[in-house]
């Protein structure tokens, strides 16, 4: 893919099966270039990602994944990762 067709074409939408959930993630091309594999964090998606992906792309083979219960990948997180409140109230 020449470096003109990697500036017209954004990421291609995947998806793919693991232990029976539906997950999904975004290919930004250049196959012929190192794997760089970007992870979101806490209630994000992989299309965070596009404004370093498309700078990135022409270097490396950029794949973002939609973690498990995020966007548009099936399946719920087995536990909820929630801080404990910082004020609790008691009854008066």
Same mark, same amino acid.
């Given at each position: 893919?020449?470096?003109?067709?990697?500036?017209?074409?954004?990421?291609?939408?995947?998806? &793919?099966?693991?232990?029976?959930?539906?997950?999904? &993630?975004?290919?930004?091309?250049?196959?012929?270039?190192?794997?760089?594999?970007?992870?979101?964090?806490?209630?994000?998606?992989?299309?965070?990602?596009?404004?370093?992906?498309?700078?990135?792309?022409?270097?490396?083979?950029?794949?973002?994944?939609?973690?498990?219960?995020?966007?548009?990948?099936?399946?719920?997180?087995?536990?909820?990762?929630?801080?404990?409140?910082?004020?609790?109230?008691?009854?008066?």
């Amino acid at each position: 893919m020449s470096a003109t067709d990697l500036e017209r074409s954004g990421p291609t939408s995947r998806i &793919y099966f693991s232990q029976r959930l539906r997950l999904h &993630y975004v290919d930004w091309g250049n196959p012929e270039a190192p794997p760089l594999l970007l992870v979101h964090g806490g209630r994000d998606h992989c299309r965070n990602w596009d404004w370093l992906a498309a700078a990135l792309r022409h270097d490396w083979h950029v794949l973002a994944p939609d973690l498990r219960g995020h966007a548009t990948a099936n399946g719920r997180p087995t536990a909820i990762t929630r801080p404990p409140p910082m004020f609790t109230t008691s009854p008066s």
